[in-house]
């Protein structure tokens, strides 16, 4: 179920909300725990029961590595905590990619390939054991107390606004919430707002563009141009980040209308001046994630620029590793790792300062082709890409030409996007509706504001009535 669905708009919403506001303080939680599980079975069905193990195990794990405990400081329990949650989720999201690299290698050495029943992946799973594993962690380090109550514990890891696909939500931000929380009007208000345009990244502008980004990946490499090349990269930039970012914007409006605040993750990633200010931008509960329980407990920048290197090149090997499955999304993390390893490079060794409008421009561009690794389904099909985009290839007539792909919808809602990729908009729009500065009426721009979210959330039933092109990239994760 995800959220731009009738069933979860139109059924599982309205009846969340109307039975939880109606029901008495004292037994919200367990409501909100029960419809978060409905939430999670009704994608998963029976293997509801890897994320209840991973409930009832970190449960336990959090009272073993418990200050109080004697027995806390033994390497042995926070190595078994990590341990069996990294197991779980190696097992489940790369048993079969392991498999099948070990089956390659066998049939180079003429050897027979191993038997292999494919292994299942949970929906979410790298965004619930990261929760989990920020827990257990926190709780072994003395930042947060562990939580004694298993139903609450329970909720945090299985809260349906960021189950299935982040923001990966700390245990410390919102702990307090979990047992004193108040929904009050400001919060409802701010939290339908924000889901509305979360809803609206994703069904106006990412879907649309999806429907070029998938037509021209799925074409052989001789049969379009470099320019549509260009164009699919652009497109699927903006089809990632509306996507994504959207369904973030709806995680943290939900999680209002319950009364949780989660953290912002995106902060406009497409204006920024480095590799280095790009991942604190994009994707920021992730990146933060990484820095805080790998990077820095690896060594961080402390010993040295080698060090450092190394250290960076872990992190986003992993952080690629995260995303899929597959060599080319470790080969888009790798290539994340050198460009920061570079950048520390030159700042320490260069003595000139590079023009600004070079850093948004180089960094622009390197994102964008690195996006080929990730949206590419295998390793030849994203150099066979790379080389249309340099024009090296074909020179037969194209079949497929940007005038083809350009019609009114898709350079509209293009020409949009690359503007709400950038804090204009939503300037412009504070601006406008800074009644001290314009001297308009309260009443006035609260009625146009919310005329606004109307007509988005009319725009965006349109698209559900019409069934048209729905994909969810990091739905897979």
Not at 61 to 88: C, D, F, Q, R, T
Not at 319 to 326: D, I
Not at 377 to 382: H, I, M, T
Request: hydrophobic share 50%.
């Amino acid at each position: 179920m995800v959220f731009s669905s009738e069933i979860f708009l139109f059924i599982f919403l309205p009846l969340v909300l109307g039975i939880y506001f109606l029901l008495p303080a004292r037994v919200k939680n367990l409501f909100l725990l029960a419809a978060s599980l409905c939430f999670y079975a009704w994608g998963e069905g029976f293997y509801l029961w890897v994320m209840l193990a991973s409930i009832s195990f970190n449960y336990g794990m959090g009272l073993w590595l418990s200050p109080e405990n004697p027995k806390a400081k033994s390497p042995w329990v926070l190595g078994s905590a990590v341990g069996v949650n990294l197991g779980l989720l190696v097992y489940c999201k790369y048993a079969n990619f392991m498999a099948g690299n070990l089956n390659r290698v066998f049939l180079f050495m003429d050897r027979p390939p191993v038997e292999w029943a494919p292994v299942h992946l949970p929906i979410g799973i790298s965004f619930f054991t990261f929760q989990a594993l920020s827990y257990v962690l926190d709780v072994r380090s003395g930042k947060i107390s562990a939580q004694k109550n298993p139903l609450d514990l329970a909720l945090y890891i299985s809260l349906f606004p960021q189950l299935i696909a982040g923001p990966i939500v700390r245990y410390s931000d919102i702990a307090k919430e979990i047992t004193h929380r108040h929904s009050r009007l400001a919060d409802m208000s701010e939290g339908s707002q924000r889901f509305l345009i979360g809803l609206g990244k994703k069904m106006l502008i990412a879907n649309t563009v999806a429907i070029p980004v998938d037509h021209i990946f799925s074409l052989p490499a001789d049969q379009f141009s470099p320019a549509v090349a260009w164009f699919a990269v652009i497109c699927y930039a903006l089809q990632i980040y509306f996507d994504f970012s959207g369904y973030s914007d709806m995680a943290i409006g939900l999680g209002r209308l319950f009364g949780f605040h989660f953290l912002e993750n995106f902060n406009y990633p497409y204006i920024s001046s480095s590799i280095t200010d790009f991942w604190r931008r994009w994707h920021i509960s992730l990146s933060t994630w990484f820095r805080d329980y790998l990077y820095i407990p690896l060594g961080g920048n402390r010993k040295g620029m080698r060090r450092t290197g190394l250290n960076l090149l872990i992190v986003f090997f992993l952080c690629g590793l995260w995303h899929g499955a597959s060599w080319t999304f470790v080969i888009w993390g790798l290539l994340h790792g050198c460009f920061l390893i570079i950048e520390r490079v030159l700042r320490h060794r260069v003595p000139f300062k590079r023009p600004r409008w070079f850093g948004y421009l180089y960094t622009l561009i390197l994102v964008l082709c690195s996006w080929v690794f990730f949206r590419a389904e295998s390793l030849p099909e994203a150099l066979n890409f790379f080389k249309v985009m340099a024009g090296v290839g074909s020179e037969a007539p194209y079949l497929t030409t940007l005038p083809m792909l350009l019609n009114r919808e898709v350079s509209v809602v293009v020409l949009l996007a690359v503007l709400g990729a950038t804090p204009l908009p939503l300037r412009l729009w504070q601006k406008w509706l800074n009644p001290s500065k314009h001297h308009r009426p309260a009443h006035l721009l609260w009625g146009i504001q919310t005329l606004a979210m109307t007509m988005l959330m009319f725009a965006c039933w349109l698209k559900l009535a019409a069934n048209t092109h729905n994909p969810f990239i990091y739905f897979r994760f």
